[in-house]
């Protein structure tokens, strides 16, 4: 069971919008920046948001990040097929003195 | 280009050892903090541990489960990264990722740049 949560799953049409939630304490999210990355099996992830909304240089605006209290959510516009993939949201846990992520959302675009 | 290269992985016994590497390239391996993250089969992401730039003190930190059995090292001389690990189990099986933390902007932690991995499998 992860510390942070995500929902197991979302799904979208084509070019609409989703997003993806991830919940935690004031031990983790709610004092710490969140980050949050893509996963295609097989592959390297990839992180498409740190410090809560900053996006790294080649991650499209269609990402977006924000942090409320002790959740945080990984926003993507426009979606396309591509955008198929597993998320994770990670962050700092302060009580566990470790890295902790959330359980991963499978996203799919149909 | 930031490239990081693990190799080490393979099959081995639970109760057996194995040393995984990590060659990095394309930035200034020794400033850098570097971390380990694995994902074992049907599983989520898994943070291993992680050791500082030696400027910064060069410590190592480690999540619960392999806290005393894993150890991590740097050879800055080499550019490379280590993941020695002892007395693996089966919940150890797993693909191990070589990533870089927080390179842009070298504080909070997050992994900006990640290896393709290395499947490690623990089994009898």
């Known amino acids: 069971q992860s510390v942070l949560t995500q929902p197991p799953s979302v799904s979208a049409a084509p070019g609409r919008m989703v997003t993806i939630s991830c919940s935690g304490t004031?031990?983790?999210?709610?004092?710490?920046?969140v980050s949050w990355y893509r996963h295609l099996p097989g592959t390297a992830p990839r992180l498409l948001i740190y410090e809560n909304n900053k996006r790294p240089s080649g991650i499209p605006d269609r990402f977006s990040g924000s942090k409320s209290g002790t959740s945080a959510t990984l926003g993507i516009t426009g979606l396309q097929t591509g955008d198929e993939a597993d998320y994770y949201c990670g962050t700092w846990d302060s009580s566990l003195s470790a890295v902790v992520f959330g359980g991963g959302t499978k996203l799919t675009v149909v | 280009e930031v490239q990081l290269v693990e190799s080490g992985g393979g099959l081995v016994k639970p109760g057996g050892s194995l040393r995984l590497s990590c060659a990095a390239s394309g930035f200034t391996f020794s400033n850098a903090r570097m971390s380990w993250v694995r994902q074992a089969p049907g599983e989520g992401l898994e943070w291993v541990g992680r050791i500082k730039s030696k400027s910064d003190g060069g410590t190592t930190d480690y999540a619960a489960p392999v806290k005393g059995r894993f150890t991590i090292s740097r050879d800055d001389s080499k550019t490379t990264l280590y993941l020695q690990m002892n007395n693996l189990n089966t919940e150890d099986t797993a693909v191990y990722y070589c990533?870089?933390?927080?390179?842009?902007?070298?504080?909070?932690?997050?992994?900006?740049?990640w290896g393709q991995g290395t499947l490690v499998t623990v089994s009898s």
């Open positions: 990533t870089t933390d927080s390179l842009l902007t070298g504080y909070y932690t997050y992994f900006d740049y």
């Open positions: 004031s031990s983790n999210i709610g004092n710490n920046y």
